[in-house]
């Protein structure tokens, strides 16, 4: 296979946490060798000339939906994996809350083959933690890990049965499985749509307070105490869970932290008149929580950052504001909002990409993430300042359901490889 060489590329190493101008030179899906500065491509390579623009390991997103089986109206494996590569994402770990859920190897393997038929991007689905996603009884955690699942959650469905809960650890800790779990206290999540407080009381919204993620997160943690198993926090979105997280890390305790890009860069306000596209599980907090959850991000106590794509037809969406389906897409848009904090200044672009690409590699044990000799050539290219006015009808999803639609926002992907082929071709880049 014919070598191909990245020339006056701006290297974004989440390794060595650097920004600096070099070449890559990638052969048989593999990346071959790093230069600095501006080193002269090798004999006979293929030469990429990335003009300047930042070249980064691919994004790895956890918690991606993908509607298949049972919803493929809403998304199938051929739209999220386009819409992947046209955000730079060349891993999506998917979730298992479809119709009916992927709880048995079979259901498994099914979504499997069809993204691998389907999809560009390398797949690695997530199975239900229990049977049916209902809380009461475990799945087969050992057969459904050889089936090829990479973790195990009931996603927004928390495990109320503290006894089953406590079983499924200890078993997932004896087969080395990764847990995912999602912080909210259920009896007092129920039914809220926004987070309590005066903007809830103003919009006349049922609201649930910040203290149910931080209820649910100490819970959780205790469990982790009595098990030792592995554990991720899908999304810790509070100022008041952060305490506890640090806390538990200093303990030695096997936990990681994630937190989905929306509540990264947008707060309760953003609702404004009820607006549905806004309405997020958990739902979007205050600007201090905003803050904090970034801050904490940036020092590294939040590992990974995430799109939690959650695909919802237009019918789910356009409805009274309590009643609407929750989520939004995010597979397009993860790199652009994420560059917001950059161009704020609050997280450089190093750091952006630990926590979008080297920190899930890490989780799930994968050798990509990185810019280094060996790691596999799943890469992307982009612009960090192009600036564009998002139009939502231009999204390569099968739903439209970002809060997004109609912002300025900064940041196109110019290019997409995965395994060194070249999957997505933006503008601005030539060969």
């Not at 779990?181 to 259920?186: A, K």
């Not at 080297?358 to 044990?365: E, G, K, R, V, Y």
């Not at 739903?399 to 933006?426: C, H, M, Y």
């Amino acid at each position: 296979m014919t070598a191909t060489y990245f020339a006056n590329a701006r290297l974004i190493d989440p390794v060595a946490l650097t920004d600096a101008p070099g070449g890559l030179l990638i052969a048989n899906g593999v990346i071959k060798e790093v230069f600095d500065g501006d080193a002269a491509p090798p004999e006979g390579a293929q030469v990429v000339d990335c003009g300047g623009m930042c070249l980064a390991p691919g994004i790895i997103d956890i918690g991606v939906k993908v509607s298949e089986p049972g919803e493929r109206h809403k998304e199938s494996f051929r739209s999220a994996g386009r819409a992947a590569a046209a955000g730079g994402v060349t891993t999506m770990v998917t979730r298992p809350d479809t119709l009916p859920a992927i709880d048995t190897p079979e259901t498994l393997e099914f979504v499997e083959r069809r993204a691998q038929e389907d999809a560009p991007v390398h797949v690695l689905p997530m199975a239900a933690l229990t049977k049916g996603r209902d809380g009461r009884e475990m799945t087969e955690i050992g057969f459904l890990q050889d089936a090829g699942a990479v973790a195990f959650t009931d996603c927004d469905r928390v495990v109320t049965n503290t006894k089953v809960f406590s079983r499924a650890l200890t078993y997932a800790r004896s087969l080395g499985a990764l847990v995912i779990g999602h912080i909210q206290e259920p009896i007092l999540s129920d039914g809220a749509s926004v987070t309590s407080g005066k903007f809830a009381s103003l919009r006349g919204l049922p609201g649930v307070s910040p203290m149910a993620e931080r209820m649910a997160l100490d819970r959780d943690i205790s469990l982790l105490e009595m098990t030792g198993a592995r554990y991720h926090v899908d999304q810790i979105t509070t100022a008041r869970a952060l305490p506890a997280l640090e806390r538990a890390k200093r303990n030695g305790l096997q936990i990681t932290a994630g937190v989905g890009v929306h509540h990264l860069t947008l707060n309760e306000l953003d609702v404004a008149d009820y607006r549905t596209f806004f309405k997020l599980k958990p739902p979007l907090r205050g600007e201090e929580d905003r803050v904090a959850v970034v801050q904490a991000v940036a020092e590294g106590l939040i590992d990974i950052i995430c799109s939690m794509h959650t695909p919802q037809d237009e019918e789910s969406k356009r409805l009274p504001y309590e009643e609407a389906a929750s989520g939004a897409v995010g597979l397009e848009t993860l790199l652009p909002a994420a560059l917001r904090l950059y161009h704020a200044e609050m997280i450089d672009l190093p750091r952006l990409f630990r926590a979008m690409a080297l920190n899930p590699a890490h989780l799930l044990d994968l050798p990509a993430g990185r810019l280094m000799e060996g790691a596999p050539a799943d890469l992307v290219l982009f612009d960090p300042d192009a600036p564009f006015q998002l139009d939502r009808a231009t999204l390569l999803s099968k739903s439209k359901n970002t809060p997004f639609d109609g912002a300025r926002l900064q940041g196109k992907v110019l290019g997409t490889w995965v395994a060194g082929t070249r999957i997505w071709e933006g503008t601005s880049c030539h060969q």
